[in-house]
């Protein structure tokens, strides 16, 4: 497996009957989650449509285009910024994706982009959310200014739902290109369909093998994803109200944050199915391997047992090496010669073993490399287990009560009625 799943000194969890029942259970949701035609993310996997849709718009594009600037919040623009992350610097075309709407961030990302060299492509399934709609006017104007409203709406793309909202209406009235997030699919798992698909293509990205990664994880990690929901089941309800996240690359540090808004927005929930009100969730933070180890550490091995760990490595690399330099010094020179991926490694290690001293409960999640087949890997591994949690939950995980309530009431203060 490209990613193993290593539960260390919980491993005999998987022996106890509680487990047992719990499997059968989450074997049979994942079934039911992947058998489902109205729960449309497990059939990513296998739509290549959605690379041809961007290829077509990408030939329709205009010519000496090198910036793709990507407009969207939450679902509509983390799985673009986590990929973008892992190749950003291996690109063709650079990717900004602005999923904020900080006054000083707006002016500073104004004066980067040449309007000239650059594409906008605003994306929001309900097509009404304030901030892209607010940096779409904002960064549509500026073109407009400069290049004349022809040009620009040449270079526009729209990302919305096929039928409703007022983006797909603004769409037809200005003859805009678009593209269609599937209905059947929300947000934080729309990540292999236009709503990522597109951006990554015309950036340069290889997401046939994303595609190709997330089918294989399909057909072989079913096993891998029910685990990872069992334990977030039986640590959550037995106690463990925050889920931490150490993620020891600095490339996949936008996968952790991907990960906490499906985890939160999928799990973090008021009532059950059946109405009954339950309010549940476990708190995600994300932790920064080795950095957060000198700043949260300290809490976690010694503070309140309320945690479940999740930590997350690459396997260990030779590839950048700590050179002989003041080794007259002997309190250095056991430093000389590992490389820095050893460094890394060893010190994951001596995290986990320290909270494993104190019987926190700590999970490895290791990857060989990062690679567009892996990536795809990661998110079909983790949207699953996400959804299957859910059902073990007996909650919806594929609503957001919560925000849309924030998103009205946001709106209604801005005016709108
Ligand atoms: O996962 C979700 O559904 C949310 O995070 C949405 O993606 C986010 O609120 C943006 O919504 P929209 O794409 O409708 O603008």
Same mark, same amino acid.
């Given at each position: 497996?490209?990613?193993?799943?290593?539960?260390?000194?919980?491993?005999?969890?998987?022996?106890?009957?509680?487990?047992?029942?719990?499997?059968?259970?989450?074997?049979?949701?994942?079934?039911?989650?992947?058998?489902?035609?109205?729960?449309?993310?497990?059939?990513?996997?296998?739509?290549?449509?959605?690379?041809?849709?961007?290829?077509?718009? #990408?030939?329709?594009? +205009?010519? $000496? %285009?090198?910036? !793709?600037?990507?407009? *969207?919040?939450?679902? @509509?623009?983390?799985?673009?910024?986590?990929?973008?992350?892992?190749?950003?610097?291996?690109?063709?075309?650079?990717?900004?994706?602005?999923?904020?709407?900080?006054?000083?961030?707006?002016?500073?990302?104004?004066?980067?982009?040449?309007?000239?060299?650059?594409?906008?492509?605003?994306?929001?399934?309900?097509?009404?959310?304030?901030?892209?709609?607010?940096?779409?006017?904002?960064?549509?104007?500026?073109?407009?200014?400069?290049?004349?409203?022809?040009?620009?709406?040449?270079?526009?793309?729209?990302?919305?739902?096929?039928?409703?909202?007022?983006?797909?209406?603004?769409?037809?009235?200005?003859?805009?290109?678009?593209?269609?997030?599937?209905?059947?699919?929300?947000?934080?798992? #729309?990540?292999?369909? +236009?709503? $990522? %698909?597109?951006? !990554?293509?015309?950036? *340069?990205?290889?997401? @046939?093998?994303?595609?190709?990664?997330?089918?294989?994880?399909?057909?072989?990690?079913?096993?891998?994803?029910?685990?990872?929901?069992?334990?977030?089941?039986?640590?959550?309800?037995?106690?463990?109200?925050?889920?931490?996240?150490?993620?020891?690359?600095?490339?996949?540090?936008?996968?952790?944050?991907?990960?906490?808004?499906?985890?939160?927005?999928?799990?973090?929930?008021?009532?059950?199915?059946?109405?009954?009100?339950?309010?549940?969730?476990?708190?995600?933070?994300?932790?920064?391997?080795?950095?957060?180890?000198?700043?949260?550490?300290?809490?976690?091995?010694?503070?309140?047992?309320?945690?479940?760990?999740?930590?997350?490595?690459?396997?260990?690399?030779?590839?950048?090496?700590?050179?002989?330099?003041?080794?007259?010094?002997?309190?250095?020179?056991?430093?000389?010669?590992?490389?820095?991926?050893?460094?890394?490694?060893?010190?994951?290690?001596?995290?986990?073993?320290?909270?494993?001293?104190?019987?926190?409960?700590?999970?490895?999640?290791?990857?060989?490399?990062?690679?567009?087949?892996?990536?795809?890997?990661?998110?079909?591994?983790?949207?699953?287990?996400?959804?299957?949690?859910?059902?073990?939950?007996?909650?919806?995980?594929?609503?957001?009560?919560?925000?849309?309530?924030?998103?009205?009431?946001?709106?209604?203060?801005?005016?709108?009625?």
């Amino acid at each position: 497996m490209a990613i193993k799943l290593d539960l260390r000194r919980l491993e005999a969890i998987k022996s106890t009957d509680h487990f047992k029942i719990l499997k059968d259970k989450a074997l049979k949701y994942a079934k039911e989650i992947e058998n489902d035609n109205s729960i449309g993310f497990t059939h990513l996997p296998e739509t290549s449509r959605y690379i041809e849709d961007a290829e077509t718009i #990408s030939l329709k594009l +205009p010519d $000496g %285009i090198d910036t !793709l600037l990507v407009l *969207g919040i939450g679902g @509509s623009a983390l799985g673009t910024k986590m990929i973008a992350n892992c190749f950003g610097e291996h690109l063709k075309r650079r990717l900004i994706v602005l999923d904020n709407v900080d006054p000083d961030t707006v002016k500073s990302i104004s004066k980067k982009i040449n309007p000239q060299k650059t594409c906008i492509n605003v994306i929001s399934k309900s097509g009404s959310t304030v901030e892209p709609i607010s940096l779409f006017k904002y960064f549509f104007n500026l073109f407009r200014e400069n290049l004349g409203e022809v040009e620009a709406l040449k270079r526009t793309v729209i990302t919305t739902d096929p039928e409703k909202g007022n983006l797909r209406k603004l769409a037809t009235s200005f003859n805009i290109l678009t593209l269609e997030v599937p209905q059947n699919v929300g947000g934080r798992f #729309s990540v292999l369909t +236009p709503v $990522g %698909i597109f951006p !990554l293509y015309y950036a *340069g990205v290889d997401v @046939s093998s994303i595609l190709r990664g997330a089918l294989k994880q399909k057909k072989e990690g079913v096993e891998q994803a029910i685990t990872g929901s069992i334990v977030d089941y039986m640590f959550y309800t037995g106690g463990k109200n925050i889920k931490v996240m150490f993620i020891y690359s600095d490339r996949l540090y936008t996968f952790g944050e991907w990960y906490l808004q499906l985890f939160a927005e999928s799990l973090g929930k008021k009532v059950k199915k059946n109405g009954e009100e339950i309010r549940i969730g476990a708190t995600g933070v994300l932790a920064k391997g080795v950095t957060d180890q000198h700043s949260q550490v300290q809490l976690y091995k010694e503070g309140p047992d309320d945690k479940l760990f999740v930590f997350f490595r690459l396997e260990k690399k030779h590839d950048v090496i700590i050179p002989p330099a003041f080794d007259q010094d002997k309190g250095f020179s056991y430093l000389t010669g590992k490389t820095f991926g050893e460094l890394m490694f060893a010190e994951c290690e001596g995290t986990i073993q320290a909270l494993e001293n104190d019987g926190r409960p700590v999970i490895l999640y290791e990857m060989d490399e990062i690679t567009p087949e892996n990536m795809g890997r990661l998110i079909y591994l983790f949207e699953l287990q996400t959804a299957v949690a859910g059902f073990l939950y007996g909650i919806d995980p594929f609503n957001q009560p919560g925000v849309e309530e924030g998103k009205t009431i946001a709106k209604k203060l801005l005016g709108y009625n």
